[in-house]
């Protein structure tokens, strides 16, 4: 049974050239990219399925509004904000937003708010796209490995899910991309105050530095963590400064209550990629879910701890990082996946395109099925079943095995044609 599992196991993989992998995205971008065309070919902010274009901006263009005006006291008023939207746009967007950024994130999409509604989220949406693909060439540059196949990445890079979500939704996570490469090149280059920097720019969705939090603090990182507080303390700072003390006062004490408004927060959990999701969606009792969300994602963490202490190089630590951060936060929704670019471009130069092994087998099925099962989290919601989250902690496993028996040296060293896979 085993031998006939690994048996198939490797002729799967032996499939995964190039160029089948090649024209596989190139069919999942026509598909997803054409439909997402047709959709918002409609005149007017209101797309075929009658939704506004790019739904999620709304709520960063009401709150750049808001610092326009410079009122604070609209930052944590659902109603006062989804008034103000309907005002903006001329028309009801058919959703509310639970406002439980910090004050100073209002900050950021200032620039914005002067323009019209489909002017300031198209311009977000074409910021999002390059700084995302400058975001992968420049990860490129650090897998050596991976560049006889740039064309072959871009067009991955075009077609993956986490990007199209984020492009479709006119999401923010962008920011959280731009983060965790920073803190990548800073690890690599072994300035850990920098680094701790980039780190602190999560604090605008606190829940994307879980593990960092814990795995700094455990690996007694005092210049990650000092870098991560200027930036994170500075962030809140500015916000008090623009809009005074109350809105600090007002944003703690609307983290206080978010268990209360978890409904609001995740009004489609089918859409959701984490073990808390995973465990919630799976099982109807909450108490259930949530203690096995907590021992699954202690063990992650505890994984990812052993990982960051061992003498495996720190781009392969990383990615075991950036997959356990994406498997522990409480909140990762299909268009923060971006933020795993920098691993899985990683796990490519590292592990896929390395000598032979059952370990590089199972991980380039592992990373072809986490590559694109996020697309189908909605159609699998009847039965309560999130695929993506098992392939994901597969191969977490898979990387730290890699890490913890230093096949990542032999992939350093021996030369293989990057031609025949990917």
Known sequence: ???????????????????????????????????????????????????????????????????????????????RQAALGVRLIHQDPGEAYLPVYGPQYSLIFRPLAGLPYGVAAATWMITSALVYFLCCGLLLKACPRLKDCRSTIFILAAAFPGFFYLIASGQNSILALIAFTAAFFCFRARTPLAAGLAIGLLMYKPQFGVMAAVVFVLTLEWRVILGALITGVGQLAAGAAYYGKPAIDAYFEQLVHMNQNASALEPHIERMHSLRAFWSLLLPWHAVSSLLYAVTALTVIAITVWCWR?????????????????????????????????????????????????????????????????????????????????????????????????????????????????
């Open 1 to 79: 049974m085993q031998k006939a599992l690994i048996q198939n196991l490797r002729g799967f993989a032996a499939d995964l050239t190039q160029k089948r992998v090649r024209g596989h995205a190139i069919l999942l971008g026509l598909v997803v990219w054409g439909a997402y065309a047709f959709n918002i070919s409609t005149p007017g902010l209101k797309d075929r399925e009658g939704q506004l274009k790019g739904a999620d901006f709304l709520h960063v263009y009401v709150l750049g509004n808001i610092a326009r005006i410079h009122d604070g006291s609209m930052l944590y008023d659902a109603g």
């Open 310 to 422: 061992s003498e495996t190089p720190v781009e392969l630590r990383y990615a075991i990082f950036l997959l356990g951060s994406a498997l522990v936060d409480p909140h990762l929704t299909d268009y923060d996946l971006v933020m795993l670019m920098p691993a899985f471009l990683v796990i490519g130069d590292r592990i896929l395109l390395a000598p032979e092994s059952d370990k590089r087998d199972a991980a380039r099925v592992l990373t072809y099925v986490a590559f694109c099962l996020p697309l189908f989290g909605p159609m699998l919601k009847m039965v309560h079943l999130q695929l993506s989250v098992p392939a994901y902690a597969a191969l977490f496993l898979v990387v730290a095995s890699v890490a913890r028996k230093g096949m990542q040296g032999a992939a350093a060293t021996e030369v293989v044609a990057v031609s025949s896979s990917i």
